[in-house]
């Protein structure tokens, strides 16, 4: 009875494609100049994200004290006072096309009555994008589509209405800010991957 056979080891076929790749991949990121290429894009794309979820913070602010003042409105039958409200809501909604024009960073502005975006591929993981869409938060079309207060709050149709449009751009903000700070968090641990 023989214990021990000569026999060769079974082997198994190995796809080591992926380990190349990969290798290849991060290879490539230690290169000098292109870890300070996706650095430099890492970083602009994260200002740009924290100048947004700002803006939107900033904004959200005003749609809210548009919803105080639409509030005071309707529960006040004095025409002089009301006047007032309507002038002070109309100076909040300029504002807020002010707020979302500043919020940019690096000439990119999320927020903004424009077409910008980030889409950056993560070198790391395959060809993985992160993509951030624009998010028009302007008082106009394509915006809020706020209307400005044209008969001074006379009467309260008027301030119902501007109270629904105000409740509809309150519901569209809803989480703007935390997505971008998430994203932004999330090309921040990236950053830090390059760097290690």
Not at 28 to 42: G, M, N, R, S, W
């Amino acid at each position: 009875m023989m214990l021990f056979q000569n026999r060769k080891p079974e082997t198994e076929e190995v796809d080591t494609s992926v380990a190349v790749d990969r290798a290849l991949r991060h290879a490539a990121v230690k290169d000098p100049y292109a870890l300070k290429e996706q650095t430099q894009i890492l970083e602009n794309a994260i200002a740009t994200l924290e100048a947004a979820a700002q803006g939107v913070d900033a904004i959200g602010a005003m749609i809210g004290e548009g919803r105080e003042l639409t509030g005071s409105a309707a529960a006040t039958e004095n025409k002089a006072k009301r006047a007032l409200i309507a002038e002070r809501y109309n100076d909040m909604i300029e504002a807020i096309d002010t707020a979302a024009k500043a919020a940019s960073a690096n000439g990119v502005n999320l927020i903004d009555d424009g077409h910008d975006e980030i889409e950056i591929n993560l070198q790391e993981h395959g060809g993985v994008k992160l993509a951030v869409r624009h998010t028009r938060l302007t008082r106009g079309i394509g915006g809020f589509q706020l209307s400005p207060a044209r008969d001074a709050f006379d009467g309260d149709a008027e301030i119902e209405q501007i109270r629904k449009e105000l409740d509809d751009a309150h519901a569209r903000l809803d989480g703007l800010a935390e997505r971008y700070c998430a994203d932004a968090a999330f090309l921040a641990e990236r950053l830090a991957a390059f760097a290690a």
